[in-house]
């Protein structure tokens, strides 16, 4: 079964290269990437079947053996990721394709939107898959460089001015992660990532120490951890919807996922870990402030999303098993809720013509579906039982307290008051823009559709959004999608534990890992 | 290995100038310095490894050959920071284009809040909270008065 584990990023690579050369082509273009992408989804739920049943699967890459060549390594947390990234990023394809259908532009102009994104998908997949840390560093380039073209997408003013910091600092995280690189080959002669656990473990703390810092700080940029996670809420908003809500799903997970990984694998042993215990809280209630302070949805979204990470850091400063699993089940509800919540932010925008709260108003009675669409995940994020981010966070909120120390009971407080935050800030929300009396600046119903029309293909792809038209079918079926998904989590939130926990355990007794790689032992 | 002093020192250099680079207004600037920071992560990379013979078995004795592996590593790092310094490099252009200069523009965010501070207002004052939009209309869409009791919020 192990031939299935390189398919997650070669199918999106060959599905890049024929949709570009379909360039024109918008109805192939489309099935080719809904159908590469849901292969992905199905191979990606094969492989955590099968890592769960038997083991992490391994690939040597080209025929190479293990130390000289790259291996991909499918473990349940990868394959986990996986399958989640997999089906959000199906999710929001189909919304994006129902976005470019509902704005009448299927040739303009961006024959290059469906490449790009599923070399996105690619270099996501390539970066959970990878078992050295330079293809891991590859495919963090893959993604970037993706990430960067969708951001800047039509190279709008603003686009240009939000993305030009993006870019920057993502840039900056890059050369810290490279030099973080060639100081370890340089210190131990390999980057296998199981070879490394032996190699590392021999290395003097201090330069142990060094090392671990760098990484930390390249991957907490990605992450956008709290004194490095200026550039996200300023730049995420400015992107079409779609790109945003895929990016907010999914480019900080990576991030922690790499965390994740370099802290059980390579660094065990909590060294960081009443540091990340710091960061995490930071992270939490800072991010939570800046949403509070919002007027705009998609910002205040941002600003949630920064502040949830450090959920997940809480989880992994813990450093216990029951810690890391619930890290894994927060990283996998968070990257569901928080895409569809972004996914709504679309819809509102699209219908309210406007995502600042100030022009928003009687959204509840103007259009129920939407509401119903934005209510649940918005609860769901802020942790109202029975949905998923409940679970997740009792889930943290029990490591902590079993833990009992000082900093795990901080936290515990910390997460607790970010959770009633993240309500009001939601509330908030919806009393503005859902409850209140519409609006007298919003677009009736209808206005929007005749002005599409009217303007026809010249309209760059949703910007600005043709205000007050219908929902189209399909944007509302995806975000219905998620939102079922979303709600599956609670439904499924037994098994899911229990592969957390498997995950977890794992992770913290890395033999599982190196022995998968190098089933003789490490030479 | 023992590294090589000379490289050291060059990717000290890079490494500096690359930093004060990138710690500019504009954004041709900004991409010099990524173009220093990136060589200068490359050749460190490079000390990473063994030096010697060409690394191809019959032309150089095992013991006396290059790690190949770090200049592998540098290919795709160059590789990368060309299409990094591409894309830059278009950013800037249409930078230009639009702005008529290529400079980093400050958050929006805090320009306006910088704007507030200079008008000694708090940032709570563009609250949609404070501020009502008024007039709301009503359900049978007749304009309501401020202040009206039937208003919802």
């Not at chain 1, 007298?440 to 206005?447: A, L, S, T, W």
Request: proline share 6%; charged share 15%; hydrophobic share 55%.
């Amino acid at each position: 079964m192990s031939w299935l584990v390189p398919l997650p990023v070669v199918m999106p690579l060959f599905g890049a290269a024929l949709t570009l050369l379909l360039v024109g082509r918008a109805r192939a273009q489309r099935w080719v990437s809904i159908t590469v992408l849901a292969a992905t989804v199905a191979v990606a739920a094969l492989l955590l079947v099968r890592s769960t049943l038997d083991g992490p699967l391994v690939v040597e890459v080209g025929g190479w053996v293990a130390p000289l060549g790259i291996v991909l390594v499918a473990d349940q947390l990868a394959a986990l990721m996986l399958v989640v990234s997999a089906a959000v990023t199906l999710c929001v394809l189909v919304y994006s394709i129902g976005q470019g259908m509902a704005d009448g532009n299927e040739e303009t102009p961006l024959s290059v939107y469906h490449p790009t994104y599923l070399v996105l998908t690619a270099g996501v997949c390539n970066a959970f898959l990878s078992g050295d840390l330079f293809n891991l560093y590859v495919g963090f380039e893959i993604l970037l460089v993706a990430s960067y073209v969708l951001l800047t997408l039509g190279s709008t003013e603003n686009r240009i001015r939000a993305g030009t910091t993006y870019v920057v600092v993502s840039l900056l995280s890059s050369l810290i992660f490279l030099v973080a690189i060639g100081l370890i080959y340089a210190a131990t002669g390999t980057l296998n990532l199981a070879q490394l656990v032996d190699r590392l473990d021999a290395l003097p703390d201090d330069l142990r120490l060094v090392l671990q810092g760098m990484l930390l700080l390249a991957f907490g940029i990605k992450a956008a951890v709290f004194p490095l996670s200026a550039w996200l809420p300023d730049s995420y908003p400015t992107a079409p919807a779609p790109v945003t809500a895929v990016f907010a799903g999914l480019l900080t997970k990576v991030g922690v996922y790499a965390i994740i990984r370099t802290e059980t694998l390579l660094f065990p042993g909590g060294r960081t870990a009443d540091l990340l215990l710091v960061i995490a809280a930071l992270t939490m209630v800072v991010g939570i402030l800046g949403a509070v302070a919002q007027s705009d949805i998609k910002r205040l979204l941002s600003f949630t999303l920064v502040s949830h990470i450090g959920y997940m850091l809480f989880g992994v400063g813990l450093t216990t098993a029951l810690g890391l699993s619930a890290a894994i089940f927060y990283v996998v509800h968070h990257i569901t809720i928080q895409t569809t919540l972004f996914l709504a932010a679309g819809l509102v925008e699209r219908r309210g013509g406007s995502t600042a709260l100030d022009r928003l108003g009687g959204l509840a009675r103007l259009s129920p579906v939407l509401a119903v669409l934005f209510f649940v995940p918005a609860l769901n994020l802020a942790g109202i039982p029975p949905f998923s981010g409940f679970l997740g966070k009792v889930g943290l909120v029990q490591a902590g307290v079993s833990d009992g120390g000082v900093l795990a009971w901080a936290l515990v407080a910390g997460g607790l008051l970010t959770s009633l935050l993240t309500l009001y800030a939601i509330a908030r929300v919806w009393n503005l823009a859902f409850w209140r009396a519409p609006h007298p600046d919003m677009p009736e119903p209808g206005d929007g559709v005749r002005a599409a029309r009217t303007e026809g293909a010249e309209q760059p792809h949703d910007d600005p959004a043709p205000a007050g038209a219908a929902l189209p079918r399909l944007m509302t079926a995806s975000t219905a999608a998620l939102v079922v998904l979303g709600l599956g989590l609670t439904v499924v939130a037994g098994p899911l534990f229990d592969i957390s926990t498997d995950a977890a355990d794992d992770l913290l007794r890395r033999a599982p890992y190196v022995e998968a790689v190098f089933p003789g032992g490490a030479p | 290995m023992s590294p090589n002093l000379v490289y050291v020192v060059v990717v000290g250099v890079l490494f500096a100038t690359g930093v004060t680079l990138l710690l500019e207004r504009s954004l041709t600037r900004v991409l010099m310095g990524v173009i220093l920071l990136g060589n200068g992560a490359n050749l460190l990379l490079l000390t990473g490894g063994r030096a010697g013979g060409p690394p191809i078995v019959g032309t150089t004795a095992e013991e006396e050959m290059a790690d190949p592996l770090p200049q592998a590593m540098v290919l795709t790092a160059i590789v990368i920071t060309l299409g990094m310094t591409a894309f830059l490099l278009a950013l800037a252009y249409r930078s230009w284009h639009l702005n008529g200069h290529d400079e980093v523009q400050d958050d929006v965010e805090d320009r306006r809040i910088m704007v507030l501070a200079e008008r000694d207002e708090g940032p709570g004052t563009a609250d949609p909270e404070t501020v009502d939009p008024v007039p709301a209309r009503a359900p049978d869409g007749r304009r309501v008065a401020a202040g009206d009791p039937g208003r919802t919020r």
